[in-house]
């Protein structure tokens, strides 16, 4: 199974590299949108460290969706085949590639 997992958004280089206006209005949010970057991979860690694990493979019974290093609900767009259908359209077409399956 996978279990898939939401990181949140570190700050790191990307977040030094904005322009100063971009950086005041994520100041104003960073507590919910930003994580420290020691805090980044949590989750991704707590996953890993599990499947090293046998009986603590948490992605062995199907995978399921990871926030704060716990089971949680995916969010509702993610159900949403017609937004995945556009987002696999644009990312072939940024790509510039075509993926066809048989």
């Known amino acids: 199974g996978v279990a898939a997992v939401e ?3 570190p ?5 030094a590299s904005m322009d ?4 005041a209005v994520l100041t104003r949010v960073k507590t919910t949108l930003l994580k420290p970057v020691e805090l980044g991979a949590n989750t991704q860690v707590f996953l890993a460290a599990a499947a090293d694990n046998d009986r603590r ?24 085949q017609r937004l995945a259908a556009r987002l696999w359209d644009l990312s072939e077409q940024l790509a510039d590639v075509k993926i066809t399956f048989m």
Do not use: C, H, I, S
Request: aromatic letters at 12%.
């Open 11 to 15: 700050m790191d280089t990307l977040y």
């Open 57 to 80: 493979d948490l992605a062995a019974n199907g995978g399921g969706y990871y926030e704060k290093m716990q089971l949680a609900k995916p969010k509702a767009f993610t159900d949403d």
């Open 20 to 23: 100063e206006r971009l950086k």
């Open 7 to 9: 990181a949140g958004v």
